[in-house]
């Protein structure tokens, strides 16, 4: 049993937590965008958090399911509809064989998430289904999904109570990248990196005081910022080393470049600093022209929201009933 893609949408790839140890072998971690809505997906269904995933973006896809599956949609709302009949994001869905699942462009934000009960059958690649675009791996033969692709599901499942698993957020408390952020522009907290003395004290003041929009040339590889450039103390190429997920480099042109799931192993730009890792998942939702201002913060403090994060997602697990 599995689903038939009837339209993909303009950028829909299978994605889980990531592939991890295959740096040094030139291999981007890919995975989710948006890691927390990712995450809420599965949790809903009673998955393993990294289970594999289709992760849309700016519009849903149109399929048809062969067999009986429960779904969950999280992220980006795209008005999901089941043969035609609205149904709700952020809740297991259970979808009857021969029925026509279908979406539209996202409401708000940018990046949706479609997962399945049990999970898609399809070949892990160096430990992860994760799409790689860039390296032609993972996922359906390491491209995007297209009109007639057939995803099997590994373990169609229906746990007891399963419809009763919904997710509502607590007003400011939960991290629900899902949702706008509003009028002003969304704060990136930023831990200084120890490139950032190639950045005049202007430069930094510049950074940490500026409004920047993102370009339309942001993908899954970086985040592209346009704004006042950065002026750094004689340039900021330096002798190529790695990079982190978040990690802000700033190019000779001075535009801050957010790097992202498929970024470059290694680059030759200065890094200002690296984005925390909680607020990813917001930047990953924003759209292009949405407007974005950095803060800078300590380690302890990005470590003490790292856990916070995990000890609300631990909660809810609990809350909906999910496996450990």
């Known amino acids: 049993m599995g689903m038939r893609i009837l339209a993909a949408g303009p950028l829909t790839t299978v994605q889980d937590r990531g592939r991890f140890g295959f740096m040094a072998a030139g291999f981007s ?8 809505s990712f995450s809420l997906a599965n949790i809903l269904l009673g998955n393993d958090e990294g289970e594999a995933a289709l992760e849309m973006t700016m519009a849903g896809i149109s399929a048809f399911f062969d067999g009986p599956a429960v779904i969950a949609l999280t992220g980006a709302d795209i008005e999901p509809r089941l043969d035609g009949k609205p149904v709700a994001m952020n809740r297991a869905l259970a979808v009857g064989a021969g029925t026509v699942f279908s979406s539209s462009f996202a409401r708000e934000g940018c990046r949706s998430y479609l997962a399945v009960a049990g999970g898609l059958a399809l070949p892990p690649v160096l430990g992860s289904r994760s799409t790689n675009l860039k390296a032609g791996i993972g996922g359906l033969a390491g491209r995007k ?37 509003g009028p002003l522009p969304l704060i990136l907290r930023v831990v200084p990196g120890v490139q950032e003395g190639l950045f005049s004290p202007g430069g930094l003041r510049t950074f940490y005081t500026s409004v920047y929009t993102l370009s339309p040339d942001s993908d899954r590889m970086g985040i592209r910022l346009e704004g006042p450039p950065v002026e750094s103390r004689g340039g900021t190429d330096i002798v190529s080393d790695g990079i982190v997920a978040g990690a802000v ?36 939702q924003l759209l292009p022209g949405a407007p974005v201002r950095f803060k800078r913060i300590s380690l302890r403090r990005a470590e003490g929201m790292y856990f916070r994060r995990a000890a609300y997602i631990k909660k809810l697990k609990q809350t909906l009933g999910a496996s450990e």
């Open 29 to 36: 971690p890919s995975g989710a965008m948006d890691d927390f």
């Open 249 to 284: 480099q700033i190019p000779n042109s001075g535009q801050p470049l957010v790097l992202m799931r498929d970024r470059q192993t290694i680059g030759g730009y200065g890094k200002i600093g690296t984005v925390a890792g909680t607020d990813l998942a917001f930047l990953a």
């Open 145 to 181: 999904l297209q009109e007639g692709d057939y995803l099997p599901f590994r373990a169609p499942c229906a746990l007891p109570g399963m419809e009763q698993r919904v997710y509502q957020a607590p007003p400011h408390k939960a991290p629900v990248p899902g949702q706008k952020p």
